[in-house]
């Protein structure tokens, strides 16, 4: 029979909310165990989810209320994360069926448009296969897609049965809107049918088995980035951005938004850092220098790198071709280098099977 301490750590428990959501802990049912010995409690948890970083701000929360009750003189909480049964650790996605090869999914996203998100995309697929990781590239701006012009595709996919066949190029499966309408038709589409057609691009597309599926996002926090947050469980999102204040402030948008749907965020990158002159060799900070990290810092998350402002960037997306395939030796290559290996880390940090964390 619990005691008449354990029944009033219980009712605290019952205002702590897990972040995003409107449910307590308790009726969540995330509460395994509540121990009394005199002032001191502990607090067993359990958790299925693969948003450690949430996890840790329900402990916090759990520490704080618990140690503050009178008859309380030490507050100790266990917890233990297992991943959900949906997360891509398992190979399977809230729709059961939709991409079951696919380990893990990384969404590339802005506040804004015209930070170079595309081009972080399409580099950052490339050279994650050059690391040695079976990639896909799945372009979900819908209203401006851009991988075709990025990659050199201008053909229709084939179809095999009921499933679109990706193309392959440079070491990755590509697949767009792009491919399958006319390059200069608008999309004038309301929300229902942008859902139906990000639905129909993640489960009629042979995939096939895939280490990460790198997913392009449109600028902005509307039904695209809700969508692929509901459809299949996210390893996490990268935010992209520029040094000046304008793009911080929408990056802190988007990464808010995703740690709303309880989607974990990778990291900040900054694009566009600093021009060096070729002929001159003298460093410009066009758009400032540095906002990505401190927003990073500020935020608490981590700061994935820089990428330099250089034509040769956007020639070779102009001409189809990354810069990681054109020049693989460069410094543009080594810098989105570091970005591969970055967000490989920290998805990897975030799928272990189990983590337990013990507070003193």
């Not at 991943?83 to 380990?103: D, F, H, Y």
């Not at 893990?104 to 804004?112: D, F, N």
């Not at 060799?281 to 810092?297: L, N, P």
Request: aromatic share 4%; hydrophobic share 40%; charged share 20%.
């Amino acid at each position: 029979m619990a005691t008449d301490i354990q029944t009033r750590v219980r009712e605290a428990l019952r205002t702590v909310r897990y972040p995003g959501m409107s449910r307590d802990i308790v009726s969540f049912g995330f509460v395994r165990q509540i121990e009394a010995d005199g002032g001191d409690v502990t607090v067993e948890l359990s958790m299925s989810t693969h948003n450690p970083e949430a996890a840790e701000q329900v402990v916090q929360e759990v520490e704080r209320l618990v140690g503050n009750l009178p008859e309380v003189t030490n507050a100790r909480v266990r917890l233990e994360i297992t991943p959900p049964v949906n997360s891509p650790q398992r190979a399977t996605a809230r729709e059961p069926g939709l991409i079951p090869g696919v380990k893990h999914v990384v969404a590339v996203a802005s506040g804004k448009g015209g930070v170079g998100k595309s081009t972080i995309s399409a580099n950052l697929a490339v050279r994650m296969a050059q690391l040695g990781h079976s990639v896909g590239l799945l372009d979900a701006d819908i209203y401006g897609p851009s991988l075709p012009t990025m990659f050199g595709v201008t053909s229709r996919p084939m179809v095999d049965g009921n499933a679109i066949v990706p193309f392959e190029k440079f070491g990755i499966r590509l697949m767009s809107l792009g491919f399958l309408i006319e390059m200069d038709t608008p999309v004038i589409w309301r929300g229902p049918m942008v859902m139906k057609a990000l639905t129909q691009l993640l489960g009629e597309v042979a995939w096939g088995e895939l280490d990460y599926l790198v997913v392009d996002l449109p600028p902005g926090t509307g039904d695209v980035q809700l969508t692929l947050a509901q459809k299949v469980p996210l390893s996490g999102a990268v935010i992209v951005t520029t040094p000046q204040d304008v793009a911080l402030i929408d990056a802190r948008k988007g990464l808010a938004m995703f740690r709303k749907v309880n989607v974990p965020v990778v990291g900040i990158v900054e694009n566009m850092s600093g021009f060096v002159c070729p002929h001159c060799g003298e460093a410009t900070d066009v758009f400032k220098r540095g906002g990505g990290e401190t927003t990073a810092e500020i935020l608490g998350c981590r700061f994935l790198g820089a990428i330099p402002l250089d034509p040769l960037i956007v020639q070779g997306g102009d001409d189809g071709e990354p810069i990681v395939v054109s020049d693989p030796e460069g410094v543009h290559a080594e810098a989105f280098r570091s970005l591969a290996e970055a967000v490989h880390d920290e998805v990897k940090k975030r799928s272990r099977p189990t983590l337990r964390i013990v507070s003193s």
